[in-house]
Every structure is written in structure tokens, then in C-alpha cells.
């Protein structure tokens, strides 16, 4: 069992940045891929960016590459997303999951566990 919990999530204006944060206890966490992910209302459920157990396999969606980043560090059992020239369609919920192995996916199918997820606004 893995547990996850995001923070760092909040009101920020256009053009703003964040940096989430997620936690992770059970396991060890360098077991797993991590990915993060983002509902916003009346959507799917979104991958944005996922990191193998190393850290040398990351992926990204279309709609963040060149604004957001993610990181992992195993020793502190965190993984990160920065999230830089934030619009307002960024607004959502975030979340970040731990695969079912140690390699870097975007299908959310292949994650076994999930935070509860950090909300971001973006205000324009």
C-alpha cells in the first residue's frame, strides 16, 4: 500500500507559477512510476506528466510541455510538478498517483494508487 498526499496547490493569477508536492509513505517509493494528473469540471481525468522510478524516463502531455516540469526526489520520497506561465485553463483539481511499476506511463489505468488531490486556480 501506497499513500499520497499532494500539497502546495492554490489561487494564483495568469502567468503565475506553482510547485506541488507529493508525499509518499508504504512502500518504497522508488518502486514506482509517478504521474500527475488533473480533473477539471465536466472533464477527463488528464495526464499531465509522468517520471519512471529513476527518473530517466518523463513524459508529458501536449498541453503543459514547456510549461510544467516534473521531479522526483527517492530519497525524500516527494515527487514535484512546477508549474510555470499558468492559465486559466489550468484551473483544477491535481493529482498524483504511483503506477503499478516502476516505469513512467500516461494511461491512467496503469497507476494503482492516488492522492486526494490539490486544487489550482488560475485567475485571469
Known amino acids: 500500500q501506497v499513500q499520497l498526499v499532494e500539497s502546495g496547490g492554490g489561487l494564483v493569477q495568469a502567468g503565475g507559477s506553482l510547485r506541488l508536492s507529493c508525499a509518499a509513505s508504504?512502500?518504497?517509493?522508488?518502486?514506482?512510476?509517478m504521474g500527475w494528473f488533473r480533473q477539471a469540471p465536466g472533464k477527463e481525468r488528464e495526464c499531465l506528466a509522468t517520471?519512471?522510478?529513476?527518473?530517466?524516463?518523463?513524459y508529458y502531455a501536449d498541453s503543459v510541455k514547456g510549461r510544467f516540469t516534473i521531479s522526483r526526489d527517492n530519497a525524500k520520497n516527494a515527487v514535484y510538478l512546477q508549474m510555470n506561465s499558468l492559465k486559466p485553463d489550468d484551473t483544477a483539481v491535481y493529482y498524483c498517483?504511483?503506477?503499478?511499476?516502476?516505469?513512467?506511463?500516461?494511461?491512467?489505468?496503469?497507476?494503482?494508487?492516488w492522492g486526494q488531490g490539490t486544487q489550482v486556480t488560475v485567475s485571469s
Open positions: 498517483a504511483a503506477a503499478k511499476d516502476h516505469k513512467a506511463t500516461m494511461v491512467a489505468a496503469e497507476y494503482s494508487y
Open positions: 508504504g512502500r518504497t517509493f522508488s518502486d514506482y512510476g
Open positions: 517520471i519512471s522510478w529513476s527518473g530517466g524516463r518523463i
